[in-house]
Structure formats: structure tokens, C-alpha cells
């Protein structure tokens, strides 16, 4: 027996098919989370774009990809969530299939060797997930082999699709699904490659202060933010020199107003 491919489902029927399914998964309690891209790129910011460029560098998969950029601009990644070491998602075609792309985590020297690396310039790491950090880091972080973005050994994929290829098309849409996800949560890179980004912050402060070039730089970062960012209470852990600083400069200030109301007293008295 032959195996014929199923009849062709148009994208509007697609999308009305996974619609319904995603209903009911989330009537369930399941997390839906679709890639929704407008206009025809996928991603937009360095973070991105740079995880894109990386897929499309897997010369044995390349002529799956302009099938999965396809199905992720026209809305087909109905669902995609990224966890520790592990995509899942579930992308319309004749059916709805379900993705799994599973990410090996980065090896500790390599971790260790990109924080020693990035150091010098940690001090802007809100900047760098806003996408605003300086170029060599992003870089840095990005290279495929020796950053954070795995290499096509580094990954393994199923799809419960009938395609016979290793990598289909719905493999490939969930994969560039994960760098439009990436324009809006670039952390989740750290997440899915299963490393602490706050380690980062740790390296550079073994040698530096979190105020570094607070006077002659735009790119510090502000303790709120890191805060925000890494839950990390910068207050509490205040170097204690800090401290004695700004309790100086309000005794200084208290000092000076008794000064200049003994001045206006001795021109008063001049005057009589």
C-alpha cells in the first residue's frame, strides 16, 4: 500500500480548525501562547534576527526553511512555549501537529568562558536584553558553536506530522517561531540554554562595582532595573562605602544652613 498525502486544507480552514482545538486546550487549563507576526518578518530585534540568520546557517536543513517561514508568518504556530532545554508547540497544517524541539544545555566551561567573556561590558545587561547593548556582547552571546545559540547537533526534533524529512516544515516554523518570541522575552534564551543569566551580573561584580563609570557613561545600569530584572535586592547588598557616602553628604548639608544664617545676623549688625 502507497502512502498518499492527505488533500490540500486551505489556510483559512487551517485556521479556523486550530482555532477550535486551541479552545478546548485552553477550557483544559493549557498556557495557549501563538506566534503572531505582522507584515512579513519574523523578528525585528537583534535578538531575534540573529536567531533566525542562526537557523538558516543549518545547511542540511535549508531547504526546509522557507517552508517553515511560511507557516510562521501566516499565523500556523497556533501555540509555542519554551522551557528549560525544551520547545513544545503545536502548528496548523492539514491537521494540527504537535512540535517538540529539544535544546541540549550549555556545557559549564563554555558557560564560564561567555561570562568571562561578556564582563567587561555587564554593567548595560538591561540594554543588552532590550536589545540596546553594545554590538560585540550581543555578538558574543549570539555565536553559534561558542555563544548561546546551539548548533544543529545540539538539537533534537519530532513532530507528529507524516513528513518522512528529519527537520519538517512544522519543525521549522516552530523554530522561528521561538526567535519572534525572542523580540519580546530575549531571556527566554538563557531559559531554553538552561544557564542563570544573574551569573553574569556575579562575574563582572568579582571585579567591579554595579556603579561602574556611573559618571561618565549612558550604558550603567540603574539598581532598579537590576532589580527588576534579576530579582536581586541591590539595597540590601549596598557596599557599605556606599553607605557611609550618603550619610556624609547629608551632615554636610546640615552643616552649611546654620552657616548662612550666622552671615545674614553679622550684616544686620554692621548696619545698626
Known amino acids: ?16 480548525q486550530a482555532a477550535r482545538e ?19 518578518t519574523i523578528a525585528r530585534t537583534f535578538w531575534g534576527k540573529a536567531w533566525c540568520d542562526n537557523l538558516e546557517q543549518y545547511s542540511d536543513y535549508e531547504n526546509r526553511m522557507p517552508r517553515g517561514r511560511t507557516y510562521a508568518r501566516n499565523g500556523s504556530v497556533v501555540d509555542l512555549q519554551v522551557a528549560p532545554g525544551l520547545v513544545t508547540a503545536r502548528v496548523s497544517g492539514s491537521s494540527l501537529y504537535k512540535v517538540e524541539v529539544q535544546v541540549a544545555a550549555v556545557a559549564r566551561r563554555h558557560w564560564e568562558s561567555v561570562c568571562a567573556d561578556c564582563a567587561g561590558g555587564i554593567d548595560s545587561l538591561v540594554e543588552l536584553l532590550q536589545g540596546r547593548f553594545a554590538k560585540g556582547v550581543m555578538e558574543r552571546i549570539c555565536l553559534q558553536g561558542t555563544g548561546l545559540f546551539p548548533s544543529p547537533k545540539e538539537l533534537e526534533f519530532s513532530c507528529s506530522c507524516p513528513d518522512w524529512a528529519t527537520m519538517c516544515k ?20 538563557f531559559r531554553l540554554r538552561q544557564v542563570d543569566e544573574s551569573e553574569l551580573v556575579a562575574r563582572a561584580g568579582a571585579d567591579l562595582p554595579l556603579s561602574r563609570k556611573a559618571t561618565t557613561s549612558k550604558r550603567v545600569l540603574a539598581d532598579g532595573d537590576l532589580s527588576e530584572l534579576f530579582g536581586l535586592d541591590i539595597d540590601a547588598a549596598a557596599p557599605p562605602a556606599r553607605k557611609r557616602a550618603a550619610v556624609k553628604k547629608r551632615k554636610a548639608k546640615a552643616r552649611e544652613k ?9 550684616s544686620k549688625s554692621k548696619k545698626r
Do not use: C, N
Not at 512544522?170 to 534564551?189: C, I, K, M, N
Not at 546654620?258 to 553679622?266: E, L
Open 1 to 16: 500500500m502507497f502512502y498518499q498525502w492527505r488533500p490540500y486544507v486551505s489556510v483559512a480552514q487551517r485556521r479556523r
Open 22 to 40: 486551541m479552545d478546548k486546550l485552553s477550557k483544559k487549563g493549557h498556557p495557549v501562547s501563538p506566534v503572531i507576526i505582522e507584515g512579513r
Open 170 to 189: 512544522h519543525v521549522a516554523a516552530a523554530l522561528y517561531g521561538v526567535g519572534a518570541r525572542f523580540d519580546a522575552s530575549p531571556e527566554l534564551l
Open 258 to 266: 546654620p552657616k548662612a544664617k550666622t552671615t545674614v545676623r553679622r
